[in-house]
């Protein structure tokens, strides 16, 4: 399988309100470096997996809502836990929609899997990954 991996970054702020979290239950900033890998199984005529210029473009517009957010006020969240895992998994349904919209040219209907990554620090990442 071949993959295209682009990255980008949104900071944000939030809390993690349940005792499991310790510290982190108090509202805090965190600055996500953001990794997202398309699959695709073959290439295209031009050597392509998908066009690394579109992805970079998709991966910028799904972070625009979330990005200088207190994720905590956002109606989106309200209820939810915005853990790493949580945020890996809204962007990846935000991403997959924009594939099935074709927003990665004529790549989009290549793309087999999703691996989207969130990087909380240089020791601890989270992610979601599957097929589309």
Not at 8 to 17: C, E, N, Q, R, Y
Not at 43 to 66: C, F, H, Q, S, Y
Not at 102 to 114: C, F, V
């Amino acid at each position: 399988m071949f993959a295209v991996e682009v990255r980008d970054h949104m900071m944000i702020a939030h809390s993690l309100p349940r005792p499991v979290f310790g510290p982190a239950q108090g509202t805090h900033g965190a600055t996500f470096v953001v990794d997202a890998a398309f699959f695709t199984a073959d290439l295209d005529e031009n050597g392509l997996a998908i066009d690394i210029g579109l992805a970079t473009e998709v991966l910028k517009e799904a972070l625009a809502p979330l990005n200088y957010q207190n994720l905590d006020i956002l109606e989106m969240f309200a209820g939810k836990v915005t853990t790493t895992e949580f945020l890996a998994k809204h962007l990846f349904d935000e991403i997959a929609e924009a594939i099935r919209g074709g927003r990665l040219g004529q790549g989009s209907d290549r793309i087999r899997k999703l691996r989207i990554t969130l990087h909380e620090s240089h020791v601890a990442r989270g992610w979601f990954e599957a097929e589309l």
